[in-house]
């Protein structure tokens, strides 16, 4: 099959064409901006979050 040309900016080709049929840089571009997004993503999600202000019934505690 012929190479596919692919924008740099679209992520498309890398998941509907065979990685074989991509230019090697585009897919190592590709690869790299996942990994970063996957690495934010992460400690994103590794940061304690604030204690909440409901109790169980979901209502807001109120101070007395």
């Known amino acids: 099959m012929a190479r596919v040309r692919s924008n740099h ?3 498309l080709n890398y998941f509907i064409h065979d990685k074989r049929d991509l230019s090697p840089a585009y897919v190592r571009s590709c690869e790299k901006f996942l990994k970063e997004i ?3 993503h992460q400690a994103a999600s590794s940061k304690r979050q604030a204690s909440s202000l409901t ?3 979901n209502r807001i505690i ?3």
């Open 9 to 11: 900016n679209n992520l």
């Open 38 to 40: 996957s690495a934010k």
């Open 55 to 57: 109790n169980t019934n």
């Open 62 to 64: 109120k101070d007395i």
